[in-house]
């Protein structure tokens, strides 16, 4: 068994004129969590798709799991799980049931009473799909999306309208699944939920990866330059410096001990994406 996932090369598509994907390279290995970013219509949920065995390619090479994603066979389809950016429908039945029901599908299912508690739906078995929350329905679609034990987990933006607690509960189940194996690929547009899961990330922009590497190290971020702010004779002072400890050491002696209002940062994986897709960069800003 090879340890490549996903192996992609030269990925083209195109809908009535407009490029979507454009000569797209990416490989995944198995076992990894891996983030794909990138602003409204990029290609994401294009190439996402190809991989899913769901849109049809122009051109390009893919292997899924070892096999052509254009010629899906339900052997194949079973090994993977796909949680889409929404869902509904089966509204009048309860998470017993529908979480019950759709592990008759799988050849290799996890107990479903276990894949419930594990998605944090104990409280509300009972409860009808229609009358959960926004973010407990998303729950059910991931116990829906992991009900075959899948070996590879697409997440398509799954953490949309969860508040802070059930993101981190989120986080903590897909942290899990990844320890146990799964191998998962992620798109997200929360720089921290990307930061906080993936192992690498994948920037997509025009069509194609134009940044790939881990969260800590994207963009060049871990060579990047810092940015110390302070106060001196009533106004906000702010410099880029590679040697930010001398910068304040020579601060810290010309005002005599310490450094009012001091603030040293380093780029957060925002200020590197917004970079790489074009954005300009707001971090030196606030000069008075
Ligand atoms: N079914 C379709 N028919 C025509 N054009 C489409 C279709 N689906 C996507 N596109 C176009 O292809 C491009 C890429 O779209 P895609 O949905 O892959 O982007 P995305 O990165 O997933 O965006 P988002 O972050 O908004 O979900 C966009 O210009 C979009 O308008």
Known sequence: MTNSAIR???LRKAYAGVTAVSGLDLDVARGEVFALLGPNGA??????EILEGYRRRDAGE????????ARPDAGWRARIGIVLQSSGGHDELSVQELVHHFAGYYPDARDPDEVIAAVGLDEKRATRA?????????????????????ELLFLDEPTTGFDPEA???????????????????????????????AGRVGVITGGRIVALDTPDRLGGRDHDHAVVRWSEDGLQRTERTATP??????????????????????PTLEDVYLRLIGQPDHTLEVVS
Not at 62 to 69: A, E, N, T
Not at 175 to 192: R, V
Request: hydrophobic share 40%.
């Open 43 to 48: 290609g994401k949920t294009t190439t996402v």
């Open 130 to 150: 229609r009358h959960l929350s926004g973010g407990q329905r998303r729950r059910l679609d991931v116990a829906l999306g992991i009900l075959g034990n899948p």
């Open 8 to 10: 992609v090369r030269g």
């Open 245 to 266: 400890t001398a910068l304040v050491a020579q601060l810290a002696g010309r005002l005599g001990g310490e450094v009012p209002g001091l603030v040293v940062s380093r």
């Open 62 to 69: 893919v292997s899924v799991l070892g096999s052509d994603p």
């Open 167 to 197: 993101r981190r509960e989120f986080w903590a189940l897909i942290t899990s699944l990844a320890d146990g194996g799964t191998t998962i690929i992620l798109t997200t547009h929360y720089l921290d939920e990307a930061e906080q899961l």
